[in-house]
């Protein structure tokens, strides 16, 4: 009966994309804290992120951490048509002491603010023959500095908004709001990539209300999306539609949607939410399942996929004493740990946590720690 269901909250942050998803790489993780290059041949032409992202310290090291955008590693020819890019969307954060350099015929591309207490140093090794772009549709604000931008073809930073008197280097972007320079050429390639990434699905998650279960899920940006359909399923093969909800359409906000499920279930019972454009295409989450109560006393973990190459690593996690916090921890297998965070579980007894440092991670094995109020689960994982 619906009084003996507790909940599982399949969290997902995932972005559609019409790019070849192939081997390369293309997301950006949301945590920088390993030194990498992103944009090179082993990345799509488009590398994104899915939200903010922030650059800091790796939590073990305490480290300086550099990141390097080049997206000529690798690639012939010039990029001078934009051909490669990285695009942040929301806001990047560079912590105090770290580190971002734009290499040559690269391009980084900020949607929201940028907020600089490190530095951005531009790179040019080829005479000063290729071009050096660092665009911001926001403000740039902090006490970082901006070095480069001075040469004949590093550009001057390309902001919206303002860039805060209290930014220092060598750059000549004054302060800010030249982004109208920026070439046409440029602008109308972020907009076709941003056009291209219809729905950033931020959470799908579910709960028990008076009268059935309750559906919820949120989205941070929709492009061209008509509706979602919510299918229902007790085995993960017959699925069966149960409702429809509009979407928004257009939309750089978060909207939340909701959609109550008045059928009573006597076991397990999953869902799976389908996106569709006005024009056909569509995209699958989930799925995510309620499960009876007295299945939810163990903690239990999966981790995939595994072994893993470039892509999004996957923590699967059910059984979280509610109300407390889940921390999740990736240790070497000498056990020097290299990443750690936390998870406040609320009212949640479950998620499917993304692991988004998978691209700073070496190939080799690695011992991934899940602790939940007294239990502990250990998980391996190899990286090829």
């Not at 690269?106 to 090794?125: A, H, P, Q, R, T």
């Not at 008509?226 to 429809?244: A, K, P, Q, V, Y």
């Not at 889940?326 to 009212?347: A, P, R």
Request: proline share 3%; with cysteine.
């Amino acid at each position: 009966m619906m009084n003996k269901l507790s909940i599982i909250s399949l969290f997902i942050q995932l972005s559609i994309c019409s790019y070849s998803w192939a081997q390369n790489q293309s997301i950006i993780p949301s945590i920088l804290n390993n030194s990498t290059s992103i944009g090179g041949s082993d990345w799509e032409s488009l590398s994104y992120s899915n939200g903010d992202v922030k650059v800091t310290a790796n939590s073990g090291s305490g480290n300086n951490t550099t990141v390097t955008f080049d997206h000529m590693e690798d690639r012939t020819g010039n990029n001078n048509k934009m051909d490669h890019f990285s695009l942040i969307q929301g806001n990047l954060t560079v912590d105090a002491n770290q580190t971002i350099v734009i290499e040559e015929a690269s391009y980084l591309v900020v949607l929201g603010d940028l907020i600089l207490n490190g530095e951005i140093n531009y790179v040019n090794n080829n005479g000063q023959s290729k071009g050096i772009y660092l665009i911001v549709y926001g403000d740039v604000t902090g006490t970082g500095d901006i070095n480069g931008g001075s040469g004949s073809k590093d550009e001057p930073p390309y902001v919206g908004g303002e860039i805060e008197d209290s930014i220092g280097g060598d750059h000549n972007g004054g302060n800010g709001g030249n982004i109208g320079d920026l070439d046409e050429e440029y602008q109308k390639k972020i907009d076709e990539a941003i056009s291209d990434l219809p729905v950033e699905l931020v959470s799908f998650t579910a709960s028990i209300k008076n009268g059935g279960i309750e559906i919820n899920w949120s989205t941070a940006t929709e492009i061209n999306a008509s509706h979602f359909e919510i299918l229902s399923s007790t085995d993960r093969r017959n699925w069966t539609s149960i409702g429809e909800v509009d979407a928004a359409g257009n939309s750089s906000s978060l909207i939340n949607y909701s959609f109550l499920d008045e059928r009573e279930y006597q076991s397990a019972v999953y869902y799976k939410l389908v996106q569709y454009d006005f024009d056909g295409q569509n995209e699958t989450f989930g799925p995510l399942v309620v499960y009876p109560s007295n299945e939810l006393n163990t903690l239990r973990t999966a981790v995939f996929p595994n072994p893993a190459t470039n892509e999004v690593i996957n923590v699967q996690i059910s059984g979280m004493n509610p109300g407390s916090t889940t921390v999740i921890q990736v240790l070497t297998k000498e056990g020097k740990l290299i990443f750690k965070d936390e998870v406040s579980n609320k009212n949640q007894v479950a998620t499917n946590y993304q692991l988004e440092i998978h691209s700073s991670l070496t190939p080799g094995l690695y011992i991934i720690k899940v602790n939940s109020g007294l239990q502990q689960n250990i998980e391996k994982l190899i990286v090829r």
